[in-house]
Structure formats: structure tokens, C-alpha cells
């Protein structure tokens, strides 16, 4: 199979395409990079500079880069590109290529903290999660972070309720 990563600059880039690799697929990757900043670009047959997730062009870019190393798969490594494609995945289904990343319903729920959290509560052992509105709920310190946030990116330590505002 031939595989298109993206965002190959990220951490777990190298890895996935040499683990890729040795099940004997072909790798091709993208990033918004030139390839020559890319910690183990040898990794890849070949590199296409892609645009930034969030700009119109990114969907119609992915498509063509697909098309041009007849990619049979798209595995998005990062959050951000699973946001962008994840609305598109019929488009790539009918090109015969496979957009390895949730329906995008599912995803905009899982990248939703709140709104996970609810849905969940009573199947599985959630963490309990808050906005702003449920201040009389809240004790501190605690842990915050962006309602859409990924990893650790806008996470804050909160000692006391007047910490609040600037989230």
C-alpha cells in the first residue's frame, strides 16, 4: 500500500512511517515545513509542503498530493488535520482513498471535552469536567484547559476562582 502521513514534522512521525515501512508499504508524508527542516525525512519516499490545516486550500491539497503518490491511505497524525479532512471523508472514499481519522461527527464530539464527558458519564468512568458557568461546583486548585484543546496546549493551574477570567 502506499501511505500518506501528515505532519511529519511532529514527534511521532518518524516512528509510525518507519513501523509503516516495515509491513512493506510505501511512506509519503506532508508538512507545512520544507523537507530539508525535517527530522528523518530519508524516512519518506517522497515529501510535499503542505498548506496550514486551517486554510481553505488544505482539503483540495491532500487530495492531489494522494492522487499524485496513489495513496491508498491518509493517516493524519496530528488533531488539527483530523478537524480539516474529517468532514471530507466520503470525498477520499470516493477516490478509493482511505482517511484514516473519524466520521466528522464523531469527531467535533470527541474533540469536545464537555460534551464527551456528558455523553459518557454514565458508561465509563469520566473525568468530571466544567465551564465557567458552574463556578459554585469548582474547587482549587485544579487543572484547566480549552474545551477544544489537544494534549497539554492552553492548560492552566488554577488557585483561585479569580484565575478564572482570563481562560
Same mark, same amino acid.
Not at 502506499?2 to 511532529?10: E, F, P, R, W, Y
Not at 527530522?39 to 481553505?56: D, I, N
Not at 471535552?113 to 465557567?132: A, F, G, M, S
Given at each position: 500500500?502506499?501511505?500518506?502521513?501528515?505532519?511529519?514534522?511532529?514527534?511521532?512521525?518518524?516512528?509510525?512511517?518507519?513501523? @509503516? /515501512?516495515?509491513?512493506?508499504?510505501?511512506?509519503?508524508?506532508?508538512?507545512?515545513?520544507?523537507?530539508?527542516?525535517?527530522?528523518?525525512?530519508?524516512?519518506?519516499? +517522497?515529501?510535499?509542503?503542505?498548506?496550514?490545516? /486551517?486554510?481553505?486550500?488544505?482539503?483540495?491539497?491532500?487530495?492531489?498530493? &494522494?492522487? *499524485?503518490?496513489? &495513496? *491508498?491511505?491518509?493517516?493524519?497524525?496530528?488533531?488539527?488535520?483530523?478537524?480539516?479532512? &474529517?468532514?471530507?471523508?466520503?470525498?477520499? +472514499?470516493?477516490?478509493?482513498?482511505?482517511?484514516?481519522?473519524?466520521?466528522?461527527?464523531?469527531? &467535533?464530539?470527541?474533540?469536545? +471535552?464537555?460534551?464527551?464527558?456528558?455523553?459518557? +458519564?454514565?458508561?465509563?468512568?469520566?473525568?468530571?469536567?466544567?465551564?465557567?458557568?458552574?463556578? *459554585?461546583?469548582?474547587?482549587?486548585?485544579? @487543572?484547566?484547559?480549552?474545551?477544544?484543546?489537544? /494534549? /497539554?496546549?492552553?492548560?492552566?493551574?488554577?488557585?483561585?476562582?479569580?484565575?478564572?477570567?482570563? @481562560?
Amino acid at each position: 500500500m502506499n501511505i500518506l502521513l501528515t505532519a511529519i514534522g511532529s514527534a511521532s512521525a518518524v516512528s509510525a512511517a518507519r513501523a @509503516i /515501512s516495515k509491513k512493506g508499504n510505501t511512506v509519503y508524508g506532508t508538512d507545512i515545513y520544507p523537507s530539508e527542516w525535517i527530522y528523518g525525512v530519508e524516512a519518506f519516499a +517522497k515529501v510535499y509542503r503542505a498548506p496550514l490545516a /486551517s486554510s481553505a486550500e488544505y482539503v483540495e491539497s491532500m487530495l492531489h498530493f &494522494a492522487k *499524485d503518490c496513489n &495513496a *491508498d491511505m491518509i493517516i493524519p497524525l496530528t488533531d488539527p488535520e483530523c478537524d480539516a479532512l &474529517a468532514k471530507y471523508k466520503e470525498l477520499f +472514499k470516493n477516490q478509493n482513498i482511505i482517511l484514516a481519522c473519524l466520521d466528522g461527527e464523531l469527531n &467535533a464530539l470527541c474533540r469536545n +471535552k464537555l460534551l464527551i464527558q456528558h455523553r459518557l +458519564k454514565n458508561i465509563v468512568n469520566t473525568i468530571d469536567t466544567y465551564t465557567i458557568r458552574d463556578v *459554585d461546583k469548582l474547587t482549587f486548585p485544579m @487543572i484547566a484547559k480549552p474545551i477544544y484543546g489537544r /494534549s /497539554s496546549e492552553g492548560l492552566k493551574v488554577l488557585h483561585c476562582v479569580e484565575e478564572l477570567e482570563p @481562560i
